[in-house]
């Protein structure tokens, strides 16, 4: 009994001896979990899988220009606010916000009925006038009169004549007409209304030809040229604009230190006044590394590429910058003169075996 116990207590700690000099093995041997090395597993399956075959590009850096994004406004180049000219009472208003209308179109008829009484007067004392001019020229003739009379009816018949022809302009300010194609934008008044002079009765705008507006810092202002170039992101579409500068304000605001600038922007569809937009601004010439669109990817919220080192599918995570044409800028993650992969980077694994193919 007692050799027994003995027996099995000496083979306990052979046995735990055994163990530990296991672990000891695989920790300078570096086959941990945490070693960076594949498990044993992950070999056997590495070894067995064929390389896969992918397309590379190398990670380049080029010149280009640096450019500072300033958000603006798309407006219109052409817009208007509609008012009388004369006061009146509003007969009708033929107009609608989003209705769009010819130049010379009627928007708004005014109560014009004393200024119609006006003209009826003056045209009655032009009638009379003219009356009184051809009584005088007959008297002239029969030396019944005098040449500084006849002069004085003449004189008479001209004010007459020009308080007419006055009289008709103000009617036909009661009559209020589009002074361009376009749409309307807004109504301010209503049938009923009183019209006068400097009260807005509707505002108007061209669609067809818009311009972002922009505030550019005073810093950035000497980079902006009349008829530059610049591109132009409109945040519902996702393609890039081309602004001309049209106008740039040479004094600064005050308050803010900015310069207003505006760019005509092309007539495309789906364009309208009011959507939000940048600028880019040139700033200068930069040299950063770059790489094809398609070499980046998403993992959650992370992005990510796939670097080919010795045959091997190595995961980076990255941080891009700017888009440069078909290109992306890489800020970290990656090194000028690596490999990445192009097409569908995301199948990979990281430690994958693959093949570059041209």
Not at 52 to 58: H, I, W, Y
Not at 84 to 97: F, M, N, T
Not at 185 to 212: C, F, H, M, N, Q
Not at 324 to 330: F, K, R
């Amino acid at each position: 009994m007692i050799s027994s116990s003995v027996g099995a207590s000496s083979a306990v700690p052979s046995a735990f001896s055994g163990a530990l000099c296991l672990m000891l093995l695989c920790g300078l041997s570096g086959c941990g979990p945490g070693s960076g090395r594949p498990e044993t597993g992950d070999v056997h399956v590495a070894a067995a899988s064929a390389p896969v075959r992918v397309r590379t590009a190398r990670v380049e850096t080029h010149g280009h220009t640096a450019t500072e994004e300033v958000v603006g406004t798309v407006r219109a180049r052409l817009r208007a606010t509609v008012e009388a000219k004369v006061a009146g009472r509003i007969e009708s208003l033929d107009v609608v916000p989003g209705q769009s209308v010819r130049q010379g179109q009627r928007l708004a008829v005014l109560d014009a009925r004393e200024t119609q009484a006006r003209l009826d007067s003056a045209r009655a004392v032009l009638e009379q006038a003219g009356r009184d001019l051809d009584r005088v020229v007959r008297l002239v003739k029969d030396g019944a009169a005098t040449p500084s009379e006849r002069e004085a009816v003449q004189s008479r018949q001209r004010v007459a004549a020009a308080t007419v022809a006055e009289i008709e302009t103000l009617l036909g300010h009661a009559r209020v007409v589009a002074p361009f194609d376009g749409v309307i934008t807004r109504k301010s008044a209503d049938v009923g209304d009183l019209a006068t002079p400097g009260r807005p009765l509707v505002e108007i705008e061209d669609p067809t030809r818009l311009r972002l507006e922009a505030d550019v810092p005073e810093s950035l202002v000497d980079e902006v040229k009349p008829g530059a170039r610049m591109p132009v992101r409109i945040a519902s579409r996702p393609e890039f604009l081309e602004g001309i500068v049209a106008e740039i304000t040479p004094v600064a605001d005050p308050l803010s230190r900015t310069h207003p600038v505006k760019l005509d922007l092309p007539s495309v569809p789906g364009l309208r006044a009011g959507q939000f937009g940048r600028v880019a601004v040139p700033t200068g010439q930069a040299s950063v590394p770059h790489v094809p669109a398609g070499a980046v990817f998403r993992r959650g919220q992370m992005e990510c590429a796939i670097a080919v080192v010795e045959g091997r599918a190595r995961l980076r995570l990255v941080r891009t910058g700017k888009p440069l044409g078909a290109d992306l800028e890489v800020v970290s993650g990656l090194e000028p003169g690596e490999q990445v992969v192009i097409d569908d980077p995301s199948r990979l694994r990281d430690g994958q075996a693959v093949e570059v193919v041209p």
